[in-house]
């Protein structure tokens, strides 16, 4: 629970009982006195009242009126996809070799004659009660967004955050499931950091964080390179974080021993290998929004259209987990597959396959790419339109209950989306002014 959160909200309603309210909202998670937990609502109003509605650029915060969960930030979707486009533009133009414009699963520079390629990922925030998997999934996430760059991962890093109540050995058991691949792999986690939550202002036993990865490269297979008449291949899936969190939540926990594995690693590792990397002009993982997410990015980097065979795509779908999906009527292309997905030309096509299933680990070609934007579906020998919905596939009873439809105010969100992200870049450059201008005085 955020108590600063929840002292704002009620010193902005002029709330007169907000002290005894709060009070009551800490000594139904902590085991103190009541008068411990007024002496701490008491310092947390004062904190928020010293916080409240401040001045000048540095300060004040920029706002949109928007919340994350309306426009569906992080919900893998039109509305993520278009806040991920905004903060590309915030970001604005860089030196990197690939950065935040192109939608990539990492960012790349140049750095010793090589690629140096750095990625970030979030543990999925559903696993906060299930640490080590949660570990588990995001280091493994990490690697393979390194790995689809054409890189080969060196080292791991990790971020983690518990609310001031949780088990100091969540910690620990989260830490066992990122070396688990760590060591599995022989790629180490080398450093970290370990925080609470918001410190004394969040309580409660949440969990959060994240593992970040690095790797070198000589050439590069990022999303932009996808060029028409190249193949499309998907390698088997059996999801990671989401699916997992689909099996718990509907109490179907068997299908999570499915979602242990390293088969995307080994198909990676296959491709380098056989010296293949150098024939794939692009490769991604099915995360975002499903193979409906990654098909809407590859199209609008790349500036190609992407055709897919539905039965093809059906096929290399884990088979229980693809029945848990369909009987919860879980959109299995609009889910986080975990699958590789390679694009490259047709002629290197037989070799890929080849390889990769040496490894073990089935693959088939699954489409193709063509001249044009967007994509489609091919089901049954018949086009359907392919694109991703506001949010990713319900996968929760609590996301089927917020649904995937998009919000009919949707447009006027945008523009009040756009004005924030403007005003953003306007204070970082009267920012940036302001600091040349006085560096240049002391000069």
């Known amino acids: 629970m955020d108590l600063e959160g929840y002292a704002k909200r009620g010193l902005r309603k002029k709330d007169r009982h907000l002290k005894e309210k709060l009070a009551e909202r800490i000594l139904e998670i902590k085991s103190i006195s009541r008068k411990h937990a007024q002496e701490i609502a008491g310092a947390v109003i004062l904190e928020a009242e010293n916080t409240m509605d401040l001045k000048g650029d540095i300060l004040k915060p920029v706002t949109s009126g928007i919340t994350m969960g309306e426009f569906g930030v992080g919900s893998r979707g039109t509305g993520d996809f278009y806040t991920h486009e905004k903060i590309a533009e915030v970001i604005g133009r860089t030196s990197a070799v690939v950065d935040s414009s192109h939608l990539d699963d990492s960012g790349v520079v140049r750095g010793g004659g090589k690629y140096l390629v750095v990625t970030i990922d979030g543990m999925h925030s559903r696993l906060s009660d299930f640490p080590f998997l949660a570990g588990f999934h995001v280091a493994r996430a990490a690697l393979r967004d390194v790995y689809v760059m054409g890189a080969r991962p060196v080292a791991l890093f990790s971020d983690i955050h518990v609310a001031d109540d949780g088990d100091v050995a969540k910690i620990f058991d989260h830490i066992a499931g990122i070396t688990t691949v760590s060591e599995l792999t022989g790629i180490p986690l080398i450093t970290g950091s370990t925080l609470r939550i918001g410190g004394d202002m969040v309580i409660g036993e949440r969990m959060t964080g994240g593992v970040g990865a690095v790797g070198t490269a000589q050439s590069l297979t990022a999303r932009i390179q996808a060029r028409p008449g190249d193949i499309i291949l998907m390698t088997e899936g059996a999801g990671g974080g989401t699916v997992s969190t689909t099996a718990l939540y509907y109490r179907m926990h068997h299908i999570v ?172 450059r009267r920012i940036i002014e302001r600091l040349e201008h006085e560096k240049q005085s002391r000069g």
């Open 257 to 428: 021993d499915e979602t242990i594995n390293l088969k995307f690693i080994d198909a990676c590792e296959a491709l380098f290998e056989n010296g293949l990397i150098g024939k794939v002009h692009a490769m991604t993982d099915v995360t975002n929004g499903g193979v409906r997410g990654d098909a809407k990015e590859i199209s609008r980097t790349a500036s190609v259209r992407l055709v897919f065979d539905e039965g093809k795509l059906r096929s290399l779908v884990n088979k229980k987990v693809l029945e848990m999906l369909e009987s919860l009527e879980i959109d299995y292309l609009g889910v986080s597959l975990d699958s590789l997905l390679i694009i490259a030309p047709p002629e290197h096509g037989d070799e890929i396959l080849g390889c990769v299933s040496r490894k073990g680990v089935d693959i088939d070609i699954v489409g193709k790419v063509e001249e044009g934007r967007g994509a489609e579906l091919i089901i049954d020998g018949k086009l359907h339109d392919f694109v991703p919905r506001f949010r990713e596939s319900a996968y929760t009873p609590i996301k089927k209950l917020v649904g995937e439809k998009t919000p009919g105010n949707f447009d006027a969100m945008k523009e009040a989306v756009d004005k924030a992200a403007a005003q953003a870049i306007e204070k970082k």
